[in-house]
């Protein structure tokens, strides 16, 4: 099934972190909770569930990329909008990651076309007082600048993430889980104008 075929968007929720309590899961898990909510199909992954050894260029030349980068990109393909949340590292993304991304990109049939055919908007959440929004302006210089996606300017940040989320998942302040809703509907709309 490819996501072209599909007459409406469909949204992937990814985390930049695999920690079980993980404060970016929580967000990318909400993220699906919402879309599903507003009549948006939306899939929900955890890259703990793909591992991937460090990318080396002697893996590749030997093995070829890992399944699990195989597997990741079919699941990029079948969503034709992709909202990622990542931590925030020394003021970049996850390595974690940033390995993905690269296998992803180099899987020669289509690694790369499937970033430069999706729409992607981002988000992060972290304890700290910005949210995480240092580490979105080097993943958005890596899609943007390296892959050639494209990526919506609204983006999503959860600072002071300790109290930000309720029992339920969702965020305590309501009129923040709005502004979230509506970058994802954004990326549903330019999902579906670009992609179908
Ligand atoms: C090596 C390292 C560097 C970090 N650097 C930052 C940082 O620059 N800014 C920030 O807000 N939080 C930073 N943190 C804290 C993370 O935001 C925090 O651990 C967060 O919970 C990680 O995301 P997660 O909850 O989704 O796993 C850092 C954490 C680690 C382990």
């Not at 080097?138 to 943007?144: A, D, G, I, T, Y």
């Amino acid at each position: 099934m490819s996501a072209s075929s599909q007459s409406e968007p469909r949204l992937l929720f990814i985390s930049g972190s695999s920690r079980e309590k993980s404060f970016n899961k929580k967000l990318a898990k909400l993220g699906e909770n919402i879309a599903d909510a507003n009549g948006i199909k939306g899939t929900f992954a955890d890259l703990g569930d793909y591992p991937m050894p460090i990318y080396n260029g002697d893996i590749e030349v030997n093995d070829g990329p890992p399944d699990n980068a195989r597997k990741l990109k079919a699941l990029m393909e079948v969503h034709t909008g992709i909202f990622i949340a990542s931590p925030e590292y020394n003021a970049s993304f996850s390595p974690l990651l940033k390995n993905a991304i690269d296998w992803v990109s180099h899987i020669k049939d289509g690694g790369l076309q499937v970033y430069r055919t999706r729409v992607f908007a981002l988000g992060a959440a972290s304890p700290g007082g910005m949210g995480g929004l240092r580490g979105l302006a080097q993943l958005r210089l890596v899609l943007e600048n390296g892959l050639n996606a494209l990526v919506l300017p609204d983006q999503f940040v959860v600072p002071k993430a300790m109290e930000a989320f309720d029992d339920n998942g969702h965020l305590k302040n309501k009129e923040n889980q709005e502004t979230f809703k509506a970058v994802i509907q954004k990326l549903a709309r330019a999902a579906h104008v670009l992609h179908g």
